[in-house]
C-alpha cells in the first residue's frame, strides 16, 4: 500500500469534483475546492473520520469493497479506479468485479434525477446505485446478498417479489425476465455469471425452466406497466432504458405523463420517501 500515493489521488480527484457532479446542491459559501471530505465520505457509505485518516496518510488498508465505493463516489473511469487499487495495495478488480463498477456516464445522468425514480442495473438484474425514489419504490437493494443480489433471481425463488406487479402482469414479465437473461447468456457465455445463474435457476424454478427452453430473446428499451407500492396501490409508469456500450448496464428511468394519477403518486412517493418501508422492507 503506498499510503502517500492514495492520500494524494484521493485528494486530487476529490478536488476536481464539483458538488452538481454528483448530484449534491452547491449551496452558498462554499470553501472547500471541490467537494468536500464529509461529502465522498457521505456518497461512499463511509464515515468522515475514516476518510479524512485516509487524506492524511494515516488510515488502514482500505477492502476492495471500500476502494469500490470509493470508486463510485468519486465517479473514476476504468483506468482511474484500477490505479486505485494498486495503489491501495490491491490487484485491479477482475473483468467479473469490474462489471460492478457503475459507468461514470450513466452516475452523471442519475445523479440529475432526483424527481423520478432511476437506478443502475447489470444485465444480471443486479443494482448497483438507485436514487432516493427508487429505494421508496423498490427498497434498498443493497440489503441482498449472493445469488440474491439478481432481481431475475428473486423472481423465481421469491414469491414476495412478484408483490411488486399485479398479478395480470405477472407472466409477462417472467416472460421479458427470462429474455432478458438470455440476451446476457448470449453475450456472456455459458461458462460467465450469467451462465452459473441460469443453471441455479434451471434446478431451482420449474417455470424457469420451461421458459428458458422457449429460447426467446430480448432487451427493453423502453416499457409501460403498473407497479403495486404497499402504501399507494397501483402506479402507471413508463419505463426508458439507458445502455453502456458492452450492454452490461443499464440506466432505467421511470417517469408518467403530467397530469395523470401515476404523475401524482409518484410526487406524493417523493413525499412520503422511505418511510413507507419501516415496518415492511421489500
Known amino acids: 500500500m503506498d499510503r502517500a500515493a492514495l492520500a494524494d489521488f484521493l485528494r486530487s480527484r476529490r478536488e476536481a469534483l464539483r458538488p452538481e457532479d454528483t448530484g449534491l446542491p452547491a449551496g452558498p459559501r462554499r470553501r472547500a475546492k471541490g467537494l468536500r471530505r464529509e461529502e465522498v465520505a457521505s456518497l461512499a457509505v463511509m464515515s468522515t473520520d475514516y476518510y479524512t485518516r485516509l487524506e492524511q496518510r494515516r488510515g488502514p488498508q482500505p477492502s476492495e469493497h471500500m476502494l469500490a465505493s470509493l470508486a ?153 406497466k403498473t407497479l403495486v407500492h404497499p402504501e399507494l396501490g397501483p402506479i402507471e409508469v413508463d419505463c426508458q432504458a439507458l445502455f453502456t456500450e458492452d450492454q452490461q448496464q443499464t440506466l432505467l428511468v421511470l417517469t408518467a405523463p403530467p397530469r395523470t394519477e401515476g404523475y401524482e403518486k409518484l410526487r406524493l412517493l417523493a413525499v412520503l420517501g422511505l418511510d413507507t418501508f419501516t415496518e415492511a422492507d421489500r
Do not use: C
Not at 104 to 128: C, I, Q, S, Y
Open 72 to 224: 463510485r463516489a468519486l465517479r473514476l473511469t476504468g483506468t482511474e479506479r484500477d490505479y486505485l487499487y494498486r495503489v491501495a495495495g490491491h490487484n485491479a478488480p477482475t473483468s467479473l468485479s469490474a462489471t460492478t463498477h457503475v459507468a461514470p456516464a450513466l452516475l452523471r445522468v442519475l445523479d440529475r434525477l432526483d424527481d423520478t425514480p432511476a437506478l443502475v442495473l447489470t444485465d444480471l438484474g443486479e443494482t448497483l446505485v438507485q436514487n432516493r425514489m427508487a429505494t421508496a419504490l423498490f427498497g434498498d437493494a443493497s440489503r441482498h446478498t449472493g445469488a440474491a443480489r439478481s432481481a431475475i433471481y428473486r423472481w423465481f425463488t421469491d414469491p414476495s417479489e412478484r408483490s411488486l406487479y399485479p398479478e395480470a402482469d405477472r407472466d409477462r414479465q417472467s416472460r421479458a425476465q427470462v429474455a432478458n437473461l438470455r440476451a446476457a447468456y448470449g453475450l456472456r457465455g455459458a461458462r460467465s455469471r450469467a451462465g452459473e445463474l441460469v443453471r441455479t435457476l434451471e434446478k431451482a424454478s420449474k417455470e424457469f425452466a420451461e421458459l428458458w427452453a422457449r429460447h426467446e430473446v430480448a432487451q427493453r428499451f423502453e416499457d409501460h
